[in-house]
């Protein structure tokens, strides 16, 4: 049982690089979903996506993109990374319980 | 505008004890609340849920509570055990959607 994989787990970019964090679920779910944890912050919604095709903005979207061609994979991409954007990146999938990924840890110098 | 809230950072409980994580809400809108655990370096897991049309939910050692006139629902966790040292995040939605707004968590501690 995957259920939500996401990679890498770990990565430093430096400042004005791009990357995609990618994730992929195979419970078949609809809603999939990008949250960030800053410490002391709580999890955050960058984007989520309620199928196929949609995709929406959550709390804090500004300087990322996100796609959903597929029910199973949704890659969230920075385009110009900057220090903000370091943090822990969750995707998630599911609808009234989430199932999450193992996460992703950034670092933008 | 933090619409989820969990007021206390961290807690510490004796092993056996009751732990009580506390968590209030400022859209009376919301109708889904949800409670998650976290270990460091792995994704939150779910624990328990409970609909706005209950006031309480029992799942094993663990039982939520709401309060909807005071905006206010509690996780409460009997007995606790050295296992369940981690952070528990609440999170809540609005109807019609299954975008989830989460707090800001409760470093829970438990003592042996």
């Known amino acids: 049982n995957a259920g939500v994989t996401q990679t890498p787990k770990f990565r430093i970019l430096k400042i004005g690089q791009s990357m995609t964090l990618q994730c992929t679920q195979d419970?078949?779910?609809?809603?999939m979903y990008w949250y960030r944890q800053d410490p002391g912050m709580g999890l955050k919604l960058i984007y989520y996506?309620?199928?196929?095709?949609?995709?929406d903005k959550g709390e804090v979207p500004n300087g990322y993109n996100v796609s959903r061609s597929t029910t199973e994979d949704f890659p969230l991409r920075l385009e110009l990374a900057a220090p903000s954007q370091t943090s822990v990146y969750f995707c998630?999938?599911?609808?009234?319980?989430?199932?999450f990924g193992s996460g992703t840890q950034l670092s933008v110098l | 505008d933090q619409q989820v809230k969990q007021n206390s950072p961290s807690l510490s409980v004796q092993e056996g004890r009751i732990s009580i994580l506390n968590c209030d809400y400022t859209?009376?809108?919301?109708?889904?609340f949800l409670w998650y655990k976290k270990y460091p370096a792995e994704g939150p897991t779910f624990l328990i849920s409970?609909?706005?049309?209950?006031d309480k939910n029992e799942d094993g050692r663990f039982t939520v509570f709401l309060n909807k006139s005071a905006k206010h629902l509690s996780l409460h966790i009997v007995p606790s055990q050295p296992g369940d040292s981690a952070v528990y995040f609440c999170?809540?939605?609005?109807?019609?959607?299954?975008?989830?707004?989460f707090g800001t968590g409760t470093r829970l501690k438990v003592l042996a």
């Open positions: 996506s309620v199928g196929a095709g949609i995709t």
């Open positions: 409970i609909s706005s049309i209950k």
């Open positions: 419970m078949n779910h609809n809603y």
């Open positions: 999170a809540a939605k609005r109807p019609g959607t299954y975008k989830y707004i």
């Open positions: 859209n009376s809108m919301f109708d889904y």
């Open positions: 998630a999938s599911g609808e009234e319980k989430l199932f």
